[in-house]
């Protein structure tokens, strides 16, 4: 199913880089930044798992926040709007431990989220000139979730692996600030919050093993609701660009 997802969204920006020739600027970009997590149900999965066991292992970690890395291409009109199509993965991640001389235990739950979306900047001349501009993003998500567990006592080791697939959509309003660092290289900043709307976690290749909080009988979900805080550098390329010119006449032969 991903290499078909990655597939299709190779031949979309394909076809949209095609079509923006015509225009007056054309941003190619990649950066990151930072991203907050909310992960609200499956903290409460592990909480459920370590509560059945017979010792407490200790959390050291509780999906905290981490990197998000993007790559992004731009078509900015003369005035006022840009619009975009871009890439978006990250992930994070839980660990329960506990270790003595008997033995150890460790469930580790890590989650990974690849983003493709559609992106509009709404300014004065977004892109093309410094300044602030009002950002929305949306699209789609694709959601994995590995639980790897593993316990050993004395000479006898035991282990367990669980493989889950999520889709869902999402959209992100923010800011965004642009600055021409030269006249082909600039770099923008952004700030936003992402809201994701999220189908529950199902078991990987089985759509019908569909993954429950005990509790409440609520789906499991990745919930990757957050702040996102991240830089991104641009390469502009505008139609005047003569090898821009040639690459146009000769798709038009």
Excluded at 56 to 68: R, S, V
Excluded at 107 to 116: E, R, S, T, Y
Excluded at 169 to 186: A, C, E, M, N, T
Excluded at 216 to 230: F, L
Aim: with cysteine; hydrophobic share 40%.
């Amino acid at each position: 199913m991903k290499l078909k997802t990655y597939r299709i969204l190779f031949f979309v920006l394909f076809f949209i880089s095609t079509l923006s020739l015509s225009a007056q600027n054309i941003l190619i970009g990649v950066g990151g930044g930072w991203a907050t997590f909310g992960m609200k149900s499956t903290k409460q999965l592990n909480q459920e798992v370590v509560d059945l066991l017979p010792f407490k292992p200790l959390a050291t970690d509780n999906f905290p926040a981490y990197f998000f890395y993007k790559a992004e291409v731009m078509y900015c009109f003369p005035k006022y709007i840009a619009l975009g199509i871009n890439l978006s993965t990250t992930s994070t991640g839980a660990r329960y431990t506990l270790a003595d001389y008997s033995g150890k235990y460790t469930m580790d739950n890590v989650q990974k989220g690849f983003f493709p979306g559609l992106k509009v900047l709404v300014g004065k001349a977004p892109g093309k000139d410094d300044g602030l501009n009002l950002s929305l993003e949306g699209g789609v998500s694709f959601s994995s979730m590995n639980i790897d567990t593993e316990f050993k006592l004395y000479d006898e080791s035991d282990s367990d692996n669980q493989d889950f697939d999520a889709f869902g959509f999402y959209f992100q309003p923010g800011i965004s600030y642009f600055k021409k660092i030269i006249p082909q290289l600039k770099v923008n900043v952004t700030l936003g919050y992402f809201l994701g709307f999220e189908n529950g976690y199902y078991l990987h290749g089985q759509k019908d093993q569909k993954i429950f909080l005990q509790d409440t009988n609520k789906r499991v979900k990745p919930q990757w609701d957050g702040i996102r805080a991240g830089i991104n550098l641009y390469w502009d390329f505008p139609y005047h660009s003569e090898w821009l010119k040639k690459l146009h006449r000769e798709k038009q032969q």
